[in-house]
């Protein structure tokens, strides 16, 4: 199952564009999934996406592909940002939204 989250407060866009800044490379070695996103950045000049995945060690790893060109980065503070604005959302990643009363 999968959820649409659009975060909209500029104040948490600033953060994940600085988390995203900060990102480092970084080589995994297999590690599990907890979570994962796609992260969509909509600019005036297109989109850019990502992946963001949390590994079961506290990782958050980035994965972004432009063209053919692939880069695999670290960042574990956009993963504090997303989980810590969900939680505020009162968002539960995986669990279908309802609009029923």
């Known amino acids: 199952m999968s959820d649409i989250v659009e975060i909209k407060e ?3 866009i600033h953060l994940i564009c600085e988390a995203l800044n900060e990102s480092y490379n970084y080589t995994p070695v297999h590690p599990r999934k907890i979570w ?3 992260l969509t950045l909509v600019k005036e000049d297109g989109e850019y996406t990502c992946l ?4 079961e060690n506290g990782e958050v790893l980035i994965q972004i592909e432009w063209g053919w060109h692939f880069r695999e980065l670290r960042s574990d503070k956009i ?10 959302a009162k ?3 995986g669990q279908k939204k309802s609009n029923k009363a």
């Open 10 to 12: 500029i104040d948490i």
């Open 36 to 38: 994962n996103c796609v």
């Open 52 to 55: 963001i995945a949390k590994t």
């Open 79 to 88: 993963g504090m940002i997303l989980e810590q604005y969900l939680n505020n």
């Open 91 to 93: 968002i539960n990643p």
